[in-house]
């Protein structure tokens, strides 16, 4: 049973546009979001959160939107750049501190 | 910023042995976590602690046990090492509270021959 669900393995995009990674989840307990970027061979780092209480959250070029009557969570990217080339997860709390992650989606920035 | 150390990057075992795995936080966290990453699976919580000698069952314990004498250091500890554990074992650390996020060191590759 997932929890968390990361639907693109994938994701193509060029340089300077916008990429969009969506996340899906089922537990309508979760009221943390989290998304994380994880480059090969090192541990994944935190990029930023979201509480059910807010709708948008931004920091820079990174935007998360959150749609609770949906249950479904979006991490905007603009621009684009060579360097955001990586796996991202999108993880889910639900006051436990434990973390429910995706299966995460492999971002491909092409120059 | 947290530091996360895990002790090796590498670890080559043989079916049967005894492996442990560490892990030290520098940032007086309350909770330690340990997942493994597979290819199309994500991470997998295998055991997580809040509290010194406290421990708890994560989605995938078994073949596992894990040991937290010290507030900075919690170990996993595979009891006899099977191939079907060969992964990547990633350990976290957070503090207590509403939304703190999870901070992880570089892994362990971990292969079982």
């Known amino acids: 049973d997932q929890q968390v669900k990361q639907n693109s393995p994938s994701l193509s995009v060029q340089e300077g546009r916008i990429s969009i990674l969506n996340c899906d989840y089922t537990?309508?307990?979760?009221?943390?979001f989290l998304w994380y970027k994880k480059y090969p061979a090192e541990g994944p780092t935190f990029l930023i959160s979201?509480?059910?209480?807010?709708d948008k959250n931004e920091d820079g070029r990174f935007t998360v939107f959150l749609n609770k009557s949906a249950k479904h969570l979006s991490l905007h990217i603009v621009p684009s750049q060579p360097g955001d080339s990586a796996v991202y997860f999108c993880?889910?709390?639900?006051?436990?501190?434990?973390?429910?992650f995706g299966k995460g989606t492999k971002l491909t920035v092409n120059p | 910023d947290v530091k996360v150390t895990q002790s090796s990057r590498y670890l080559v075992k043989r079916t049967g042995e005894k492996v442990f795995l560490e892990c030290v936080q520098d940032?007086?966290?309350?909770?330690m976590f340990w997942y493994r990453q597979d290819p199309g699976l994500g991470l997998r919580l295998i055991y997580f602690?809040?509290?010194?000698?406290?421990?708890e069952k994560g989605d995938i314990p078994e073949g596992y046990s894990v040991s937290r004498e010290k507030k900075e250091r919690f170990s996993l500890i595979l009891e006899s090492a099977s191939t079907n554990q060969t992964s990547m074992y990633l350990c976290?650390?957070?503090?207590?509270?509403?939304?703190?996020?999870?901070?992880f060191g570089d892994g362990t590759r971990l292969s079982i021959l």
């Open positions: 976290a650390s957070s503090s207590t509270g509403f939304v703190q996020p999870q901070h």
């Open positions: 537990n309508s307990m979760f009221d943390y």
């Open positions: 979201i509480s059910s209480i807010k």
């Open positions: 993880a889910a709390e639900g006051g436990s501190e434990k973390l429910v």
């Open positions: 940032m007086d966290h309350e909770n």
């Open positions: 602690s809040y509290d010194v000698k406290m421990k």
